[in-house]
């Protein structure tokens, strides 16, 4: 019940920026939690980072340091700020959302780390 739309993804150097943004529709059901995953080839899908409706964050070990995970104040658009990329943060990256209804998947977007 809430689409998700994803952007921002692309090419970047090892060591360079990228900031993902995810754009969740309207709802009549709170979206509790929001959440970044990525999956690259030949692996399953991991979270990357999670944000709570209360602002608490929780990142993987990989992420943390590295990778921030924002939302604006309406909630309605979702941000993960990745710093120092490295090659193996090439995934897919997608973005989740969380309501009492069960859990909402973004398309993805593609993340590609090479020089």
């Known amino acids: 019940q809430v689409q998700l739309v994803e952007s921002g993804g692309g090419l970047v150097q090892p060591g360079g920026s990228l900031r993902l943004s995810c754009a969740a529709s309207?709802?009549?059901?709170?979206?509790?939690?929001m959440a970044w995953y990525r999956q690259a080839p030949g692996k399953q899908r991991e979270l990357v980072a999670a944000?709570?409706?209360?602002?608490?964050?929780k990142y993987e070990a990989f992420a943390e340091g590295r990778f921030t995970i924002s939302k604006d104040r309406a909630g309605e658009t979702l941000y993960l700020q990745m710093n120092s990329l490295k090659p193996e943060d090439t995934a897919v990256y997608f973005c989740?959302?969380?309501?009492?209804?069960?859990?909402?998947w973004g398309q993805g977007t593609q993340v590609t780390v090479s020089s």
């Open positions: 989740n959302a969380r309501t009492a209804w069960g859990p909402n």
């Open positions: 309207r709802s009549r059901y709170a979206i509790t939690v």
């Open positions: 944000i709570y409706s209360s602002g608490l964050t």
